[in-house]
Structures are given as C-alpha cells and as structure tokens.
C-alpha cells in the first residue's frame, strides 16, 4: 500500500486529497484546501503556491508524498487524428507527425501525449486522441512540486480524472447506474468560476467541454450551456446515446441546481459526491466536495493500472534492442540479395520481351501497311464496280438512237440532256409468300430535244421506245409548235422524255450504217506562165 497526493489546481484554488493505493482501490484519507482564491499556475505563481502547498502537507504529516496533478480542460488542446497502423516502436512519431499537422501553435512550445481508441485491430487506419500542454505550464507544475518537496508522478488533463471518479462511484453504487448496459455517461462538474462537461464510457473520454462562468448566471444560461453540450456529443456520436448525466457541485455558498436540471433535461440526472467515503472529516463546507472531481479520479485511475495520459511520461518512439537490430540488419541484408537477383532476372526476362515486342511490332506494321494498300485497292474496285452496277453508258444510248433515227435529213437532234437518279422497284414476292424487300436500283432520264419537218418520225422513235421496254420505260412527247403556232424555221420542236434503263455493253446490239461523204474533186490550180514567156 502507497500513499499519494492527488492534486486538482485551477483559477479557483487547489484542491487535493491523500490516499492509500492498493490493486484497483483507492482509499480516500484526507481532503485539503490549500488555495480558495484565484490563482493561476504560472511559472510566476508556482514557488509561492508550492510553499502553501509544502505547509500544508507538513500540518498533515505527508511531506514527501509522491504528487499527481491534473489540469483543467481549458489549459489543454485536444485533438482528434487518425493514422495508419504500425509498431508500437513507431506508432508514437506517426502519430506526433499526424497530430503537429494544421496546429495553431507552435509545435515546439507544446508538450504531447496520446491515448489510442480502441478500435479494430485489423482496420486500414488507426485512431487517437493527443493532448498538448504548454511545456512552461509543464515546468510551473514541476516547480510547485520541487517547492512544496514532493516528486512530480503524473500529470493528466482534469476530463480523464473525471471519467475515473464517476466509473469510481458507479462501481461502488453510491450514484444509480445509467440506462443501459454499455451507455455512456456524462459528468458535469460546476463551481463559481464555471466547469467542465465530460462524456465518458468507462475510463475512456468520448467527449469534452469547458463550462463558462457565465453559464451559471441563470437558469436560462446553464440549460442552453448544458443542451448546446449534449448537442455537440451527439452529433459527434450518435450511436452512443447518453445513459445518465452526474452533476458535482462545489460551491462556497449554498445552492443547487440539480433540481432544476431533472426537471429540464431529457435524461437521468444525478447528483455526484467525490469525496464519498473519507476517512476523516473535511475542514471546510460539503458544499466544496464537487470541486474534488479531479484530485480523486487521479487517484482511482492511479490504482487502476498507469494513466491513459501522463506528461510526466509520454509515449515516445522507442529504439529497437541490439540483437534485433542485428537481425533486422542481416534480414535487409538476405533481402537486398534477393531483390538484385530478382531484379537482375527481371532486367533479362524483360530484354528478351523488348526483343519480342519489337519484332512483333513490325510484323505488325507489315500487316497493317499490307492491309491498308488492299483496303484502299478493294476500295477502288468496289466503286468502279458500283460505278459501272449503277450508271448508264450515254455514249451507246446515244449510237443506238442515232441508228434508230434514221435519215436525218426531216429531224436533227438539237438538245440531248442524260441524268442518273435512285428508284425503289417493289420486289416480287418469294416462294414462300413471305413480302420480299424493296430492291433500291440507278436509272437513266433522258430528254431530247428534236427538230422535226413533221411528226411521223418522232412519232416513229416514241414507237421504238415502247417496242424495247426492257431498255426503256415511261416514254412521254411533246410538242411544242402545235396547231395554229408559228412554226420554227426547219419545223416543229419536239420534246421526248423517258426512263434509260441500265444494260450491259452486249445489250447493243443496233449498228448504225453510214456513207462517209465522198470528197470534192481536186481542182488543179491556175498556170502561171513564166515572165520569161511573156511577150
């Protein structure tokens, strides 16, 4: 069993207790008041509160005690990171590198220590929860204790002491335990210069908020305080509702409010005395005990096992040993072996598959040069192909018409005009009866315009246009010097239209018979006699 005094200090005063340790108990021996008026730790104020302090354990027989402290919430900064798994060797500088990231103060001025979340182990990301103090907060608080002569064990923010008093006191059913098995529970600690509001599941701190002094002007004031507090918890956890809410009060003048709270507050609300079970009686009002919150969940924690947060001690990075280091050498070792080999056989499997490519590659280019060139020759030939499918020879339609026409001595050609235009024929039914698709096909137009003496002629082509309707289709006539018309000069002008169906070259079969014209005679040219004759 082992003594220890236990140390709340604030703008308020400083509060501490001495107890008796042993395996996960805690006994509660003596409460002592050694400030009731402001006086902030500084590193001005800590030798003069340290010498109060040192008369203090004098009067009560415990000079040399070993000290823990905790500070108030609004002298720490918390923050909440996340980071990837790793050694217990390393974990530490990964997560002071995560946790220094986006600080508003100058990392170098703080102090750091870390509690992880428990979580899944097997998780892509770990999560934890860092603490900074001032480093000269720090030295205020190791020279109070240097002053008072007792050595400095453990310093924690005052939400995880809290969390410990009120496990304490549910464990020991001297408060009603909360709605649910595993619900969490909030704490609220209120004195005249304000509090702090501390969810807790356990010995782990879900939550934390400090209470302004303003707060507590009215009722009005502390409900909206208090509900603004439930609100941000669970926003931040809403799977984790809140099973009670215990309240310690430690005012110097009488007063509560806790009856007002239950009456206001969705929730259980309990009242909270720290100092249950002390040993000897308390040298001030009970009104007092609440502002004990801190000093005694120092100690319970204490009890229970080493403290989730000290700054005494922080978790830092710790060197492996020198056997492991051997091993760890000659592992890099084995394995840098291993990776030049591998990357020695990568180098040539991966020469030899550079070749490969290579050579595949330009088989490749062949094949595609070779494809391009046939590409654009089927190219050619499927238009000429088209070209010949689809077009009309105007030259042999013209030949076989000039054979057809005759003496051209009572009607000349005047205008031959030939167009190609698309048609749809409907196809014939198949054997089946099924409909057969519409066959899409090139046809000719021609339009001619004639001089005719007369009309037998042209009537006599319009007659070889119907006779050969496997060449041509829908031939109309007209003319355009009718009766009671002036005729033109060598007669009448005639117009013939009609469909010029496609045909192979073997398909003319007319051959026009004409007599070239026999040449004029030569005429001999004039003689000349010589001047030389000439009489």
């Known amino acids: 069993m082992s003594r220890t005094l236990a140390i709340d200090l604030d703008a308020g005063g400083l509060y501490a207790v001495l107890g008796s340790l042993r395996k996960n108990a805690a006994t509660i021996e003596r409460a002592l008041v050694v400030l009731d008026d402001p006086h902030p730790l500084s590193l001005a104020t800590a030798a003069a509160i340290g010498n109060k302090l040192k008369a203090a354990l004098a009067e009560a027989k415990a000079s040399g005690t070993p000290a823990l402290l905790s500070l108030g919430r609004d002298r720490v900064i918390f923050k909440d990171i996340k980071h990837p798994p790793s050694s217990p060797a390393e974990e530490p500088a990964i997560v002071r590198f995560q946790a220094q990231r986006d600080l508003a103060v100058a990392p170098d001025t703080l102090l750091m220590d870390y509690v992880p979340v428990p979580g899944d182990p097997k998780a892509d990301e770990r999560k934890a929860v860092v603490a900074f103090i001032p480093k000269d907060l720090y030295e205020a ?5 240097d002053a008072a002569g007792v050595k400095l064990m453990g310093v924690q923010p005052r939400p995880y002491a809290i969390a410990r008093t009120v496990a304490r006191a549910i464990a020991s059913a001297q408060v009603p335990p909360p709605d649910g098995a595993n619900a969490a529970v909030g704490t609220m600690t209120l004195s005249e210069l304000g509090g ?4 807790s599941s356990g010995p782990e701190v879900l939550f934390s908020r400090t209470v302004s002094a303003g707060a507590l002007a009215s009722e009005v004031a502390l409900l909206g305080e208090t509900r603004r507090s439930l609100a941000g918890y669970a926003s931040s956890f809403p799977a984790r509702p809140l099973g009670a809410l215990y309240v310690a009060e430690g005012y110097a003048a009488a007063g509560s409010w806790i009856a007002r709270l ?23 009002p009970s009104s007092l005990n609440g502002r004990y919150a801190g000093a005694v969940g120092l100690l319970a924690g204490r009890a229970a096992g080493a403290m989730p947060l000290n700054f005494v001690a922080p978790r830092q990075p710790r060197a492996e040993s020198k056997s492991s280091t051997r091993w760890m050498v000659i592992a890099a070792m084995f394995g840098l072996l291993i990776c030049l080999g591998a990357a020695a056989a990568i180098y040539l499997v991966l020469g030899d598959l550079d070749r490969k490519i290579a050579a595949a590659a330009a088989k490749k280019k062949f094949a595609e040069d070779q494809i391009a060139k046939e590409a654009a020759d089927a190219n050619r030939l499927r238009a000429i192909l088209d070209f010949k499918k689809r077009d009309v020879t105007w030259l042999d339609v013209l030949y076989d018409l000039s054979d057809a026409t005759g003496s051209v001595d009572k009607m000349r050609l005047k205008e031959f005009d030939g167009n190609i235009r698309q048609v749809t024929i409907a196809a014939k039914p198949g054997a089946t009866g099924t409909a057969a698709k519409p066959v899409q096909t090139m046809m000719g137009q021609l339009e001619l315009k004639l001089v005719s003496a007369d009309d037998q002629q042209p009537q006599d082509l319009m007659g070889l246009f119907s006779q050969e309707n496997k060449f041509y289709a829908n031939p109309t006539i007209t003319f355009n ?4 018309m002036k005729m033109g000069a060598d007669g009448k002008e005639v117009s013939i239209a009609v469909d010029v169906l496609p045909r192979k070259p073997s398909e003319f079969v007319r051959q026009l018979k004409a007599e070239f014209p026999k040449p004029p005679p030569e005429e001999k040219p004039p003689v000349i006699a010589d001047e030389e004759d000439l009489p």
Request: charged share 10%; proline share 14%; net charge negative.
């Open 262 to 284: 239950q009456q206001s507050l969705p929730l259980p609300v309990h009242p909270l005395d720290p100092l249950f079970g002390l040993s000897s009686p308390a040298a001030f």
């Open 481 to 484: 010097n009718l009766a009671g």
């Open 141 to 145: 608080a190791r020279q109070l204790c």
């Open 196 to 199: 702090e509001f501390v969810v």
